[in-house]
């Protein structure tokens, strides 16, 4: 089995407008990149071969899958043109994927897969010769037993055992993480470990006293949580992030390399330095004062940091942050 991802920049636009530091399929969705969760539903499906098609060929998606061999697949990397058609990207990819005769599937569009990794099956045998077809308002997902069938493919031979959620706004995003907190942490493969009933926690995080942590919840890597926090119920919070003491954080997702101040009441909010967005709706807030909210400077790589200095580094920033704030105080 063969994969080609297509992800077409020029119509997320408003999501690089809202994370502008970061390739839009790489914003993050329960602290993984939503593209990721895409590769994994092609190596779910057993594809051994992945191609990632953008508009844009200087990005972080292949700095972060490289070669694909941590997912246990074959990952390269296409550049295709605005609005280029499906089958000249297929025709574009002959040389990597060899021919037209095995099962293959196209992703076109940044979208959310609803699968269940525990009980997922995909097999293509002559009942899908004439191939599958399923799209959500954000893009599509072709599957066909070879190339050929797959440019003849027709939505009347829909039959899916999963499901499709479009990506058009922050909302969607925001909605998914809540889903995924409540009902489908087991149904992903999620960044760290459960220490209890769907908490997960990441590597490194350090707690204050009197720590409380409602569940559903899930923790980043490299976070520092002070004094007299409550976190949850329904709460993300990304890797290295500093939480300030006596904050309260219920039914929001703080992004990673996120400063939160101290006393901060935080209630259907997503956080991301120091915007902080409203859900629903989406209406954002700017902070300037950055004793309140800011932005922290990203970690290091693991091969060019351990993660004990990636928390000194945090913890620096902490030092920083509290000392302008309270500077700030007396003047």
Request: proline share 4%; charged share 20%.
């Amino acid at each position: 089995m063969k994969a080609i991802i297509i992800i077409r920049e020029n119509k997320l636009e408003w999501l690089s407008s809202l994370f502008p530091l970061i390739h839009p399929a790489m914003v993050p969705l329960c602290n993984k990149p939503l593209i990721e969760y895409l590769v994994e539903f092609m190596v779910l499906s057993q594809c051994e071969s992945i191609s990632i098609n953008t508009e844009d060929p200087g990005h972080d998606i292949k700095e972060y899958f490289e070669d694909g061999d941590r997912w246990g697949v074959s990952i390269s990397y296409e550049t295709i043109e605005p609005f280029e058609s499906i089958d000249s990207i297929i025709s574009k990819n002959n040389v990597y994927h060899g021919g037209d005769n095995f099962p293959l599937i196209v992703s076109d569009g940044l979208f959310f897969i609803h699968y269940n990794q525990e009980n997922f099956t995909l097999a293509l045998d002559k009942t899908y010769d004439a191939g599958l077809f399923a799209n959500c308002s954000s893009g599509s997902l072709l599957i066909a037993s070879s190339d050929k069938h797959l440019r003849n493919i027709s939505s009347a031979n829909s039959k899916v055992t999963f499901m499709l959620s479009g990506l058009e706004s922050l909302d969607d995003i925001f909605d998914l993480a809540m889903e995924i907190l409540d009902a489908e942490q087991k149904h992903y493969t999620l960044t760290g470990y459960k220490e209890l009933e769907q908490i997960i926690y990441g590597k490194n995080v350090r707690f204050g006293s009197n720590i409380d942590i409602r569940p559903p919840a899930i923790i980043g890597n490299n976070v520092i949580i002070h004094d007299n926090v409550v976190l949850g119920p329904y709460v993300v919070i990304g890797h290295n992030v500093i939480i300030g003491t006596k904050s309260e954080v219920e039914k929001s997702v703080v992004t990673s390399n996120t400063y939160i101040g101290p006393g901060m009441e935080l209630n259907k909010k997503l956080v991301n330095g120091n915007k902080i967005f409203s859900m629903p709706g989406g209406g954002v807030c700017e902070v300037d004062d950055k004793g309140f909210y800011s932005f922290l400077l990203p970690a290091s790589k693991p091969s060019e940091s351990s993660t004990g200095n990636r928390i000194k580094i945090l913890f620096k920033q902490f030092l920083g942050l509290l000392f302008k704030k309270q500077k700030h105080q007396i003047q």
